[in-house]
């Protein structure tokens, strides 16, 4: 309960080392200008354990509401106001101990911290567990007449409308107590692989363009895969997927029981499946789901298009693989220093006003962003808002150009947890990850439409076209390539299929060849790749990835060329938090998702952006 709130995680961009290779530096080295400033939540680990006292005095308190929801109106708003207030803190002691464990994964202190909130929010979670069900016991009438007859309890009517709509997925207050002390527990498989792939997993050396012998890992990965050097890429693909091959059954029965737990938690709570239960949360249809999917195989073709013309280009006998992340032009000056990166993205986000860019820089400016990596740091980017201080960012930032994109990315987030936390109430303030990825990602297409907008040189063209298209490809196409990967084995386990390492390479190398056609070879060593991906331990999240940037395409034309009607209706949706169902806020904001124009869009725009980057390299 209340995990996560406004927290999203992006593992799937560059996040390499700031400096050589062989010299990921110690957090000690990193000037403090750079990095975040976790004790705007707490200014000592003091005042961090006495809200933990604090939340435990909090919880013996509630135990008076219970049973007596029903008795007025003001007893049920006292309720929901001082649960409020415990969810605050506990967003507070979970925000710092766990960005804390983030920045420092081997500090046995800041696990202990973590493992400590993450049995408080259980425990939290089990003494709040009567609420729902009282309010669902009571008449609805009743309900609705307290509505109306006290003022400050309206603050709670969408909270109330939605708790009736999902009535028959709430169970007995004493079964949606048990069910409550049951979290932790449920969250053992993801505990365990963020573990296991942060902290133990170890990475052979592998070599650079410069034939340095470098210890591999996740960041360093996504800068070699990118080299230009054919041989460096294949060996660090191989080493890669080697490392987790030599975990996969461990990976795999992690993975099994995270789906396991799912499965228990959907009939428990009286859903038809695990995607149902996912979906329902946002009252998303499970047809927007799987039209995604089918909207997306209708435009394989145009995939397999770009990369045989990448396999053109590059002049590769035969493409694998670790090719697909190469660009197609050499010695483009790539390298972003983070102020000029920052400033990339503050003047491509000018269509959003000046409001935006002004509160954006306070931001900024005053530590919301942990920039650049260092040992024992998670990989990676995200954003993490916390009420009532102010949202954080999350980075690896490297100087290319995948890293301006991400900050951009990982701003919109940010944006979008201060403008809704500032307008909106606690209980509204938390916005669904279906909206939130519009936000972020609008940020990306108005950065990429700058760039190409500014950029004469053919040459570099190219090389910005290229990074579009690889943003269709790595957001759109791999990760609808994901979402079916979830769905399938989702299927599978409730079928009572097994799922075992051997199914899962299975699905995975058949999916692959589905996506990227008979141009490309399929490398034995990209089965094991559903084992690196932390996303799936949220089931059915990803494919948000992809309505997300289809719904942003839309948004950002308009914020281009509506002007001001376009941007308040814009700043307004990122006001909005979670005060209404998310397709509903789209549809205010001028898309529809119920739709699968939004993604039509954006793969016909994929296409003649395809044919534009072919006439250009015919040129060239």
Request: glycine content about 4%; proline content about 3%; charged content about 25%.
């Amino acid at each position: 309960m209340y995990l996560y709130k406004n927290c999203f995680f992006q593992n799937l961009t560059p996040a390499s080392s700031i400096k050589k290779l062989h010299e990921v530096p110690l957090r000690s080295e990193i000037s403090s200008k750079d990095q975040w400033k976790l004790n705007h939540i707490y200014q000592t680990k003091d005042d961090f354990f006495k809200d933990i006292t604090e939340i435990k005095t909090l919880l013996k308190q509630m135990l008076k509401f219970k049973g007596r929801l029903d008795e007025n109106a003001h007893q049920l708003f006292d309720c929901l106001k001082n649960a409020d207030k415990i969810n605050i803190i506990l967003g507070k002691l979970y925000g710092y101990a766990r960005m804390h464990r983030d920045i420092d994964a081997k500090n046995s202190d800041y696990q202990s911290m973590t493992s400590q909130i993450e049995s408080l929010l259980s425990q939290a979670s089990s003494v709040l567990a009567f609420i729902e069900p009282e309010l669902l016991a009571m008449p609805e009438n009743k309900l609705r007449q307290m509505l109306l007859s006290k003022a400050s309890l309206r603050e709670y009517k969408f909270f109330i409308q939605d708790l009736l709509r999902l009535n028959k997925h709430v169970l007995s207050p004493l079964e949606e107590e048990l069910l409550a002390k049951t979290s932790e527990l449920l969250k053992a498989p993801n505990n365990i692989f963020s573990m296991l792939t942060n902290a133990d997993l170890k990475f052979p050396k592998t070599p650079t363009e410069s034939g340095e012998m470098v210890t591999l890992s996740e960041g360093r990965y996504n800068s070699l895969i990118r080299s230009t050097d054919r041989e460096v890429r294949e060996t660090a693909f191989k080493n890669l997927f080697d490392t987790y091959a030599a975990y996969r059954n461990t990976l795999a029965t992690t993975y099994a029981s995270c789906i396991k737990n799912k499965i228990f938690y959907t009939k428990a709570k009286n859903y038809s499946s695990t995607l149902e239960a996912a979906l329902e949360i946002d009252n998303v249809p499970t047809n927007v789901y799987t039209k995604v999917i089918d909207t997306v195989h209708k435009y394989f073709s145009k995939l397999h298009q770009y990369i045989n013309l990448k396999k053109r280009f590059l002049n590769l006998s035969e493409i694998h693989m670790y090719d697909l992340y190469v660009p197609l032009v050499e010695n483009v000056n790539s390298n972003y220093p983070y102020d000029t990166g920052l400033k990339l993205v503050v003047d491509s986000l000018k269509p959003l006003g000046e409001k935006y860019i002004n509160d954006l820089l306070q931001g900024v400016q005053n530590g919301w962003v942990d920039i650049y990596e260092n040992q024992g740091k998670r990989t990676g980017a995200y954003s993490w808002g916390i009420y009532d201080v102010h949202p954080f960012v999350l980075l690896n930032y490297d100087n290319k150009y995948g890293a301006v994109s991400t900050l951009a990315h990982e701003l919109g987030h940010a944006m979008h947890s201060y403008y809704s936390n500032e307008a909106q109430p606690y209980n509204t303030s938390s916005y669904t990850i279906f909206c939130a990825e519009v936000a972020s990602t609008t940020n990306e297409i108005l950065l990429l439409d700058y760039m190409l907008e500014n950029e004469k040189d053919p040459k570099k063209r190219i090389y910005f076209i290229n990074q579009y298209l690889e943003q269709i490809r790595t957001t759109v196409y791999r990760q609808t390539m994901f979402a079916e990967f979830e769905m399938i084995v989702h299927h599978k386990a409730e079928a009572d299929e097994s799922l075992t390492a051997d199914s899962f390479e299975k699905i995975w190398l058949d999916l692959n060849k589905s996506y990227y056609g008979n141009e490309i070879i399929i490398d034995d060593e990209i089965k094991i790749e559903w084992a690196r991906i932390p996303h799936f331990y949220r089931p059915f999240y990803v494919y948000k990835y992809v309505t997300g940037y289809a719904a942003a395409t839309t948004l950002a034309n308009n914020l281009q060329t509506q002007g001001q009607s376009a941007q308040k209706k814009y700043l307004d949706y990122l006001k909005s938090g979670g005060s209404d169902y998310s397709i509903d806020l789209l549809k205010v904001a001028g898309v529809d998702m119920t739709a699968s124009t939004p993604l039509e869009i954006t793969l016909e725009k994929f296409s003649s952006r395809l044919k534009e980057l072919e006439e250009l390299l015919i040129n060239s």
